[in-house]
């Protein structure tokens, strides 16, 4: 499988941006999916994730309310909304898929990657 984010980019606070991850392969409608997230000198953390069917979906709660994560399973892709984005939401965010079908907060559930994007926001 492979990951392909993008979507990222600058905006200042209380800006919005959508994040989407393209996947290839057939079972994309399979895996659960999420975004992780670094800023430097910090660990990847969870910032949101849903199941295969996209019938469910969790959020740290530093970005509840704000992000809402979607996907088309008969377009392999995914996407995040980031609404009332704050300084401390800019990192890198990256896509990854998890084989049991479902999104936990642990990286290294998550068997794929993708290549990650910017997310910088300005105060």
């Known amino acids: 499988v492979q990951l392909q984010a993008s979507g990222g980019g600058s905006v200042q606070t209380g800006g919005s941006l959508r994040l989407s991850c393209a996947a290839s392969?057939?079972?994309?409608?399979?895996?659960?999916m999420a975004w992780f997230r670094q800023a430097p000198g910090k660990e990847r953390e969870f910032v949101a994730g849903?199941?295969?069917?996209?019938?469910?979906?969790s959020y740290a709660d530093s970005v509840k309310d704000r992000f809402t994560m979607s996907r088309e399973n008969n377009k392999n892709t995914m996407s995040m909304q980031m609404n009332s984005l704050k300084p401390e939401d800019t990192a890198v965010y990256y896509c990854?898929?998890?084989?049991?079908?479902?999104?936990?907060?642990?990286?290294?559930?998550?068997?794929?990657w993708g290549q990650g994007t910017q997310v910088t926001v300005s105060s």
């Open positions: 392969g057939r079972a994309f409608s399979r895996y659960g």
């Open positions: 990854a898929s998890d084989l049991s079908g479902y999104a936990f907060p642990r990286p290294d559930e998550y068997e794929w």
């Open positions: 849903i199941n295969w069917s996209g019938g469910s979906a």
